[in-house]
């Protein structure tokens, strides 16, 4: 069965999306794969939506048309390079953009909210569309994320040996899928989220390329403890987090203290508190642990690639790329994988990563026809 997975993550960078062809044995070959950036103007509103703002419901639903249009281009573009026609296609499981992440929070329940306009996906597209995969998970009482746990125990996970996932998104995501069948996971704190913005402000650039800029410079070990103390980290899973959280008002906050420190330190300060966060989590949750697959963005940063190797001594770290899934589509091909579950009506979340009460169905499904 054909599906296609779209997905832009917290990074706002763009939107990955995958032709994949899921087999019976659930497990997923990518066929084709493309990457659509998100035009200036939508990506400045929809930042601008991940805080409270003025006359947001019309906003939100415009910035969710906008990018309903861009996933419609990306499916184009996906069926015109492997002449797949959209008939073919079973499904298009598609995320949104999440503009604000507080499961749990409020009235107990709280929410989770990924900008969309799937029925207007499904009219553009003539394909059948899965979406709002999370709020089933926090309506069951759990974080609603991380969602790409299951997926990467149908990918990664070996029997009798203890593989670990990171994900270095925006944020960053740890899976651990130990030999006897048991899998964590949870979000360990930012990734590339913080270093964007610190990049973007003090060079005018969108990333870090390779993290070369940040290797120049020199951590600096009171912003980097006085970051670390962020209670978040020291909380037990299931957690999750996003902007929420981890954003410029935080890194101000922090950076604040630090009279006279300069940009190039600080951002070599953000890359470490990335990789010794990281780093804390696989010692403390994979501890038996010898292999640490990598995936998303972050993967292609060579700096935090080598710090986070460096911290963890006698550990193969590498992208998923040796796995077969290369590092840029494992996300992609996680929402692809998440809507043959919902076709098949399979449990998409696993309650022992997100909290939940129990295993749920994820998403809601929009007719093609
Ligand atoms: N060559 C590179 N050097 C350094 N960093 C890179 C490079 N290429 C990409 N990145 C980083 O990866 C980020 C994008 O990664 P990715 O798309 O996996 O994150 P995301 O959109 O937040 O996804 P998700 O929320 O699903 O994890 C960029 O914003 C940038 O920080
Ligand atoms: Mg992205």
């Known amino acids: 069965m054909l599906y296609i997975g779209l997905m832009s993550g917290t990074s706002l ?48 639903a415009l910035a969710a048309n906008a990018l ?13 390079q492997s002449g797949i026609a959209a008939s073919e296609v079973r499904a298009l499981g598609a995320h949104g953009q999440t503009v604000r992440h507080r499961p749990g929070e409020f009235d107990t329940c709280g929410y989770t909210l990924q900008l969309l306009n799937p029925a207007l996906l499904a009219e553009l597209c003539g394909i059948d569309v899965v979406a709002d995969f999370r709020s089933r998970d926090v309506a069951a009482g759990g974080q ?56 973007q402000q003090h060079t005018g650039r969108p990333y870090d390329d390779a ?93 935090l690639m080598r710090r986070i190797a460096s911290l963890l001594p006698g550990c193969d770290v590498r992208p998923t790329d040796a796995c077969a899934l290369p590092a840029s589509q494992v996300e992609a091909a996680a929402f692809a994988w998440l809507a043959s579950a919902h076709c098949e009506r399979r449990s998409g979340n696993l309650p022992s990563v997100t909290g939940a009460a129990g295993y749920r169905v994820l998403g809601a499904l929009f007719p093609a026809g």
């Open 68 to 80: 309903s249009r861009l996933y419609a281009e990306a499916v184009a573009r996906l069926l015109a």
């Open 211 to 303: 993290g070369s800029w940040a290797a120049a410079g020199r951590v600096l070990p009171a912003l980097l403890a006085s970051m670390l103390n962020e209670p978040y980290f020291a909380l037990p899973p299931p957690k999750s987090t996003g902007r929420d959280r981890f954003n410029p008002t935080w890194l101000t906050t922090h950076v604040g203290d630090q009279a006279g420190a300069q940009p190039q330190d600080v951002q070599a300060t953000l890359a470490e508190l990335t990789a010794r966060t990281c780093a804390d989590a696989v010692r403390r949750h994979a501890g038996a642990g010898r292999e640490l697959l990598v995936c998303g963005g972050g993967a292609r940063n060579d700096h």
């Open 144 to 199: 609603g994320a991380p969602l790409v746990p299951a997926f990467h125990r149908a990918m990664f996970a070996r029997s009798g040996k203890t593989v670990a996932v990171l994900n270095l998104g925006g944020i960053a995501n740890l899976t651990v899928l130990t030999g006897d069948d048991t899998t964590l996971g949870f979000d360990c704190g930012p990734a590339n989220v913080l270093l964007d913005h610190w990049c």
């Open 13 to 60: 960078d763009g939107v990955d999306a995958v032709l994949a062809d899921v087999d019976s044995a659930r497990s997923l070959k990518v066929l084709a794969h493309c990457c659509l950036d998100l035009p200036a103007e939508l990506r400045a509103e929809l930042l601008a939506l991940n805080t409270p703002g003025d006359n947001e419901l019309h906003r939100a």
